[in-house]
């Protein structure tokens, strides 16, 4: 089946530095990929829809400064977490479908991300 | 909001059948039943999905009922490498719409 790629798988940065979150789909070509965040003993949670060659929505309470998305090309998607806080350390997955494919859609490896 | 009830949790055990039960009693008529399944630290992993016919892949299998307002995905030799959190998702056939996840059920394959 289609593959979804996130990297890095995990991260740890210092409060105030910035990370960026790769997503990437390998053998399709997505205009949209799905950025959540999964908190422990949590389900995921939709924090962005990322569309090729426009602005990202955002969820209600997702600040959009904060968590920077650019969805510049098909086939890379990446999530920047600007000005990492401590509150911000999560499991960050994107999701993508193959438009010519069936209706699943296929979910990155994860990127566990710890601010400290 | 998800649109699905699950237990929070079942235990198996290794070798027997798994059945997952799924409540989606207000799915509309062009919404499907998707089921992924979560390992600890991994991403959600496809398992299956149907509309209305039963479905069966080389992982699982999907019982929907007539009325399809209740599923059962079915793991017909459990192993221990199943223990994950299984969850239940309607949604329509929609490119651009994401996939809601509720709670999930914790399936817990023991030895």
């Known amino acids: 089946g289609a593959v979804v790629s996130q990297h890095p798988s995990r991260v740890i940065c210092k409060s105030g530095t910035s990370v960026k979150i790769e997503c990437r789909s390998l053998?399709?070509?997505?205009?949209?990929m799905f950025w959540y965040r999964q908190f422990p003993k949590q389900s995921l949670m939709l924090m962005a829809t990322?569309?090729?060659?426009?602005?990202?929505?955002?969820e209600q309470g997702v600040e959009k400064d904060k968590f920077l998305i650019n969805h510049a090309s098909l086939t890379l998607s990446t999530l920047t977490v600007t000005s990492a806080h401590p509150e911000d350390s999560s499991f960050y997955i994107c999701?993508?479908?193959?438009?010519?494919?069936?209706?699943?859609?296929?979910f990155g490896q994860g990127t566990r991300l710890t601010v400290v | 909001d998800a649109k699905t009830t699950q237990p929070p949790s079942m235990d198996c055990a290794e070798g027997r059948a798994a059945n997952l039960p799924c409540n989606h009693s207000?799915?509309?008529?062009?919404?499907?039943v998707y089921w992924y399944r979560q390992i600890h630290s991994q991403g959600p992993q496809y398992i299956i999905h149907?509309?209305?016919n039963n479905e069966t892949n080389e992982m699982a299998s999907l019982i929907i009922t007539e009325d399809r307002k209740s599923s059962t995905l079915i793991l017909p030799h459990a192993t221990l490498r199943d223990t994950a959190v299984y969850y239940c998702?309607?949604?329509?056939?929609?490119?651009?719409?994401?996939?809601?996840f509720g709670p999930g059920t914790r399936l817990s394959v023991l030895p």
């Open positions: 999701s993508a479908r193959d438009p010519g494919g069936n209706t699943e859609a296929f």
């Open positions: 053998d399709f070509q997505a205009t949209t």
């Open positions: 990322s569309n090729e060659g426009s602005k990202a929505t955002y």
């Open positions: 207000t799915i509309s008529g062009n919404e499907y």
């Open positions: 149907g509309l209305k």
């Open positions: 998702i309607v949604r329509p056939d929609n490119y651009g719409q994401n996939f809601v």
